[in-house]
């Protein structure tokens, strides 16, 4: 699982936390790595038929459809994620979990996060009458963190520039502390 936080560039640009599973393969490895043990089982399979075992050749038929069926669960998931984004006072979050996609937004001035009581609970936001959990794609040790980093964040839109490490130079020009 990767948790990445963009950070703002200047005060009105948007801030975006993307939350992804850390995949260990590449669709393409995945496709080779299915051909080359559908290959070798199936291979091994007819050396066993043409030696007159001829029960081995179900089997390994029978192992690469079940291999196919897993890899094609692993890759409906491979590409999940969740994105939160806080501009211009909207909190959005998009999750896309095996091709399908919700959007939730919400106006910061009613947003509620709860962090739950133990590490393993998933980080709910709510408001306006909706909620939405989120985290699930990152590890339960950094999930304290992001309740602290989207708080802190949240406050500064909020609070505005004058309180969240911004200062007006004598020459008008906005510098960060």
């Known amino acids: ?6 950070e703002p560039q200047g005060t009105e640009a948007p801030v975006e936390w993307r939350l992804r599973r850390n995949c260990s393969m590449a669709p ?15 291979g091994i399979g007819a050396l066993c038929w043409w030696q007159g075992a001829t029960l081995v050749m179900p ?13 094609l669960v692993y890759a409906r998931h491979a590409a999940d994620s969740e994105c939160i984004r806080l501009e211009r006072g909207v909190l959005s979050v ?17 947003v509620r996060i709860d ?14 009458g909706r909620s939405v959990s989120v985290g699930r794609l ?7 963190q992001l309740v602290n980093d989207l708080r802190r964040e949240m406050r500064r839109v909020c609070q ?7 200062v007006e130079s004598r020459t008008d020009d906005v510098t960060r502390r």
Do not use: K, N
């Open 1 to 6: 699982m990767q948790y990445s936080a963009e």
């Open 115 to 128: 962090s739950g009581h133990d590490d393993r609970s998933l980080i709910e936001l709510s408001g306006q």
């Open 94 to 110: 998009l999750r896309e979990s095996a091709g399908r996609v919700e959007r939730v937004e919400f106006r910061l001035d009613g």
């Open 138 to 144: 990152v590890r339960p040790e950094a999930r304290r």
């Open 28 to 42: 393409r490895q995945v496709l080779w790595s299915y051909a080359l043990l559908s290959t070798v089982s199936l």
């Open 59 to 71: 089997f390994a038929w029978l192992e690469v459809a079940a291999l196919g069926a897993a890899l």
């Open 160 to 166: 505005g520039p004058q309180t969240a490490g911004w």
